[in-house]
């Protein structure tokens, strides 16, 4: 315990001065407090439950110290403060057990307080102490994500910032979450983004009170986890021929052109990336996309199609693989499924279940089930036979077929099932979890079975749609507008309050079929994900377009701070900058 708080304090004085610096600070702070009243507006997103505000102002001292228990568990909030405070503000923040002079105090709960839950917090400025408590670690972490946004938005620079007050408005806060699952999700197959992207993706994540990242690892255009024992998924499923131009416009590859466009995570990436949000209370859930979406799983083991010549998507690129013309359900133009009716295909998935469940410490695996095509299957001998011997009387079953045996094999691993919506087709298995994203109908029905949900409608939450109807580069299509997304409910008014319970949260998704680097997906994900943090976070009743938006504008600097290639599409952004001071 003591190495963890000689770590925390890299920048520590010596104790000796300690006690000296002590009387140092209450002078600054009493002078200081005397000064200039903090004008700007509170702009907290995601809006607290409850937030008063009081006169005075609270002025950082060059020497900060933050007393904070022993427990392990203030940690990441504790190097989470130090870090952001530091850097900016060239203050000299140490971290103690024992201080008497503090500056900003931690407080876990000896008792909970049942109001706050378990991510909940209460945070009070006054013009001599912060105090941050909660009953949880993770609530000390997001009364910390308040706590820097109540600073002058140059605290959100990576930077020394000279010639800044800062200067905090004195607030008593009290606040929780309306949803336990607050998600992200982000497609790494399509195109591969490198561990720091990811990381990059979680920081944006915790700073709007996130909890859980769904990470896609697995499409026809890429599989993205290295996995023991089968070499070839990453050897020849990670890479595929790099075309520019549209997402499934162009001619298919020729079998000589290099295939050197994508990438794969280790286990020790996983492993280092899954700490890297749990010190920062972020859950990742896997998906591995069966038994559609799997072309590059089958161009690595080709015996695991039902149709024969698979080894030819050796050579993949982003060729087109379904027809969407017809509607729905498209016609696939090319056999992208794991064939059902092969016993290979279970030893296969058991042995990459085995391994995502041992990397993945989340309860949850989460394996697809979208979008799988059964044109090819309608014509294949196997599957006829497996229909017959299994008394199945249409097409539709297969896949229902298919379900319950992948969700035997995640059991087995201790893991619970999740999958998207099309798992209702063929009879929702037991303690099966639907990810309802053709809109609210699938979640609505899987609730009302008694079936815990999650809601991702691709009519409010689809981050790879356009949020304008002029974007200057090409989306998926669609329209999901900034207030659109503010404007989701995940709790559909459909079901009673006995079936909210099932409503675990909801989440965004990020494909990225044309999302080809992190500068894109910035212009994707910001501004629309602290809409939907709010969505997310707080209560239904707190939640007010015309109050979130100058909010938001605020929050704007701050993106610039950061680097965040934000779209500008719903803000004019100079004239509104201009007018901020925040
Ligand atoms: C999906 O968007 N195909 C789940």
Same mark, same amino acid.
């Given at each position: ?13 010596? #104790? ?23 004008? *700007? ?63 900003? *105090? ?10 706050? #839950? ?105 599989? *993205? ?61 896997? %998906? ?200 989701? %409910? ?85 004239? %509104? ?6």
């Amino acid at each position: 315990m003591k190495k963890i708080f000689q770590l925390l304090c890299l920048l520590c004085v010596a #104790g000796q001065a300690y006690s000296q610096e002590q009387n140092q600070i209450a002078s600054t702070t009493d002078v200081e407090t005397a000064a200039a009243p903090v004008t *700007r507006q509170i702009a907290i997103i995601p809006e607290p439950v409850s937030l008063v505000r009081n006169t005075g102002v609270f002025v950082l001292p060059k020497k900060v110290i933050i007393q904070a228990d022993k427990s392990t568990s203030v940690k990441p909030a504790l190097d989470y403060l130090q870090l952001h405070l530091s850097i900016p503000t060239g203050s000299f923040v140490t971290a103690h057990t024992d201080a008497t002079a503090e500056t900003i *105090r931690f407080v876990l709960n000896p008792q909970a307080n049942p109001a706050l #839950g378990k991510e909940g917090y209460q945070l009070s400025v006054t013009p001599k102490l912060i105090t941050i408590k909660a009953n949880t670690g993770a609530g000390l972490f997001y009364g910390v994500q308040s706590l820097l946004q109540l600073f002058p938005k140059e605290i959100a620079s990576k930077e020394l910032v000279e010639g800044v007050k800062w200067t905090l408005p004195c607030v008593e806060i009290t606040d929780y979450p309306k949803l336990a699952w607050r998600g992200l999700m982000f497609d790494v197959a399509r195109h591969f983004f490198t561990k720091n992207e990811v990381k990059q993706y979680i920081d944006a994540m915790v700073k709007y009170k996130y909890n859980l990242l769904h990470l896609h690892l697995t499409d026809d255009e890429g599989w *993205r986890l290295e996995i023991k024992g089968l070499p070839k998924l990453t050897e020849v499923g990670a890479w595929r021929v790099k075309k520019e131009g549209n997402f499934g416009d162009f001619t298919p590859p020729t079998p000589n052109e290099p295939k050197d466009y994508g990438g794969f995570y280790t286990q020790d990436d996983i492993k280092e990336i899954i700490q890297y949000a749990k010190d920062r209370y972020v859950d990742i859930m896997p %998906e591995i996309d069966v038994p559609g979406h799997s072309l590059a799983a089958i161009a690595s083991y080709p015996e695991l199609s039902c149709t024969p010549g698979a080894e030819k998507y050796q050579v993949r690129s982003g060729e087109k693989i379904m027809d969407w013309s017809r509607g729905a359900p498209p016609i696939a133009l090319v056999d992208n499924t794991l064939c059902p009716a092969n016993e290979k295909v279970y030893a296969f998935l058991d042995t990459v279940l085995t391994q995502v469940a041992a990397l993945f410490p989340f309860e949850y695996i989460h394996l697809g089930g979208d979008e799988a095509p059964i044109n090819f299957w309608q014509k294949n001998d196997a599957i006829k036979a497996l229909m017959q011997r299994e008394g199945m009387k249409k097409i539709e079953e297969v896949q229902g077929y298919f379900e319950r045996r992948v969700k035997t094999i995640v059991e087995s691993k201790g893991k619970k099932f999740i999958g998207w919506d099309e798992i209702l087709e063929g009879g929702l298995a037991p303690n099966a979890t639907v990810m309802s994203w053709r809109g609210e109908k699938g979640g609505i029905e899987a609730a009302k079975q008694k079936h815990n949900v999650i809601m991702t409608p691709t009519t409010y939450v689809y981050l790879d749609y356009s949020q304008t109807k002029k974007e200057d580069s090409v989306t998926i299509g669609g329209y999901i507008p900034l207030k659109k997304v503010y404007n989701y %409910e995940p709790i559909p008014a459909e079901l009673n309050a006995d079936e909210h319970k099932y409503v675990l949260g909801a989440q965004a998704n990020l494909w990225t079929e044309y999302v080809k680097n992190d500068r894109k997906l910035e212009y994707m994900i910001f501004p629309r994900m602290t809409a939907l943090s709010e969505v997310l976070w707080s209560k239904k009743e707190l939640k007010n377009w015309d109050d979130f938006q100058p909010r938001l504008k605020t929050q704007l600097k701050r993106f610039d701070l950061w680097n965040i290639n934000y779209s500008k599409a719903d803000w004019k952004v100079e004239e %509104e900058a201009a007018k901020t001071t925040n």
